[in-house]
């Protein structure tokens, strides 16, 4: 790609403050929409069968859509490529809480994956060519602001939901307020457009080999995660017998140690390298799941799931950071690892509640702490040579150096 005239020091620190304003934005809108999944659910009259039948679309829609997201980046440029996906994500809230049945809130909920898919892949590829030009790790603390994001979005839902407001107009008011938000965080970025001599990605392309191995190691994270959301209070409560409150709390706690985890990633990336602290954090998830699985205490369970966020946290923003410099075309290298995260996010619930009925929860996190140990043996994948452009690597085995 090629850059914008000014890259100054000055320039490229407002860049960063600039892609983080949009993963907060684009957090906002996956927090807002999951505190009025009840409401939807009502509204469409649905049963807890047919909810889940329509909530696998989202990541339907974004493993079709994410690999032409590459195609967009290239015509457009990255800067109008975000603008234009970002305010489609955030305008699709709307479309769940309009929708009277099933089969219309699939259509709406395939949409609305559609386009956090592809404006996901736009905004990590050029999060990482905002990276390579300050020539240091900043992949970690954007999906750290991601999660705050989330967190913000779901706690106005939550006053909206227990304010009894119709999710219609909350979803009205949020996207607008995102739509608006979103639109003046992009005025920031970087404005890269592909080399006019590049041959333009096809519309449909498959990602590098490379890239696939890479989304190996980011499948594994991400179903550590989506286990540990959707059922460490289960565990807590039907495993260990804890009361209701504590048991919703590990959640809590859970998301709010990756959401920390992330946003401090970076120092320790620079200090010590994506292969090594991947592999650290596999050490720490391992360590996390067998305190889950060995002990019969809800507060060593409690910690358990806190050291499996902590050692997960940063694997997926350096996930997409390697797969952006492992070929030619990096959105379609991340376009290919996000599909393959978002198909783990997709099948870990209902893997992890498989396993459960077949033996036990007990035996559904041994699962998760096996999948844990393949961060630990897997990590050298995110090892990258030279990036575009010419920058020395920051996201490489050996560590950056220390920077003020």
Do not use: K
């Not at 592999?279 to 205490?297: F, I, N, S, T």
């Amino acid at each position: 790609m090629t850059g914008e005239p000014d890259l100054s020091p000055a320039r490229l620190r407002h860049a960063r403050f600039a892609i983080a304003a949009v993963f907060c934005v684009h957090g906002g809108v996956t927090g807002s929409f999951a505190t009025r999944i009840p409401w939807i659910q009502e509204h469409a009259q649905l049963g807890a069968g047919t909810l889940g039948l329509a909530l696998a679309f989202p990541a339907l829609g974004a493993a079709l859509a994410m690999p032409l997201a590459g195609r967009v980046n290239h015509r457009f440029g990255a800067r109008t490529a975000l603008r234009g996906l970002l305010c489609l994500w955030t305008l699709s809230l709307v479309l769940p809480g309009l929708a009277p049945n099933l089969w219309t809130l699939c259509g709406a909920l395939f949409v609305y994956g559609a386009t956090a898919g592809m404006s996901d892949v736009a905004m990590n590829a050029l999060g990482v060519e905002t990276e390579n030009r300050l020539g240091r790790s900043i992949m970690s603390s954007l999906h750290g602001m991601w999660s705050v994001g989330a967190l913000l979005g779901s706690a106005a839902g939550t006053v909206a939901a227990h304010a009894g407001a119709d999710a219609r107009l909350h979803h009205v008011v949020a996207a607008s307020a995102l739509t608006a938000a979103g639109l003046v965080a992009v005025r920031g970025v970087l404005d890269l457009r592909a080399a006019r001599e590049e041959e333009a990605p096809p519309r449909f392309a498959r990602p590098p080999r490379t890239a696939l191995l890479i989304g190996g190691v980011g499948f594994c994270a991400v179903f550590a995660e989506g286990a540990s959301l959707d059922w460490s209070a289960v565990y807590l409560r039907d495993v260990l017998g804890s009361a209701a409150g504590p048991a919703a709390a590990s959640t809590t706690a859970f998301a709010l140690t990756m959401a920390l985890a992330r946003l401090a990633g970076d120092r320790v990336v620079d200090r010590f390298g994506a292969v090594r602290t991947v592999r650290a954090g596999g050490v720490l998830a391992v360590a996390g799941g067998l305190l889950v699985v060995g002990v019969r205490e809800p507060a060593a369970a409690m910690a358990g799931f806190g050291l499996i966020g902590l050692g997960i946290a940063v694997v997926v923003p350096l996930a997409f950071a390697a797969a952006a410099r492992s070929g030619p075309a990096p959105a379609q290298a991340i376009a290919g690892v996000a599909t393959i995260t978002y198909t783990s996010g997709l099948i870990a619930p209902s893997a992890i509640g498989a396993v459960a009925d077949a033996s036990s929860l007990v035996v559904s996190f041994g699962l998760v702490t096996l999948l844990a140990c393949a961060l630990t043996f897997g990590a050298g994948v995110l090892r990258t040579g030279r990036v575009p452009g010419g920058a020395a690597p920051v996201n490489r085995d050996e560590p950056a150096p220390i920077r003020p």
